[in-house]
């Protein structure tokens, strides 16, 4: 099943879910600690991998991390060609005084907010879905 491209629909559809637990990003030159933890998400970069745990995990590894966040999961299967779903929902968040950090998966978008703004995010997202055109 391929995924929804019509922004209206996605904006309309996107139903913001705040998942449980605290996450922190996290950039490893050696990934053999990494052994028995499956990351939420990884990105390699020059730098390293940058891999996004839960905190509990990082804390177990020793791992050092700068920023807490909460997670939220776009519950609408966002096509990866889609245009304009990061960017309304970026703007919306901004406009909202909300840094956000964006992840794409094959099915849905998954937002990265600093952990006190969580449930705040999920409302301006709400709110965002609700005037949609």
Request: proline share 3%.
């Amino acid at each position: 099943m391929t995924g929804e491209t019509s922004l209206p629909t996605l904006l309309r559809s996107m139903s913001p879910r705040l998942n449980d637990g605290d996450y922190v990003f996290c950039s490893l030159v050696d990934t053999q600690c990494l052994g028995a933890v499956q990351p939420l998400g990884s990105f390699r970069e020059h730098e390293g991998l940058s891999v996004i745990l839960t905190r509990q995990q990082a804390e177990a590894l020793g791992l050092s991390f700068a920023y807490l966040a909460a997670w939220l999961t776009l519950d609408v299967h966002s096509a990866l060609s889609a245009v304009g779903l990061t960017a309304a929902v970026a703007t919306a968040l901004a406009n909202a005084g909300i840094s956000c950090n964006v992840i794409a998966g094959y099915h849905h978008d998954h937002l990265f907010v600093a952990k006190t703004d969580g449930p705040r995010a999920v409302e301006v997202l709400r709110h965002l879905a609700s005037t949609a055109e």
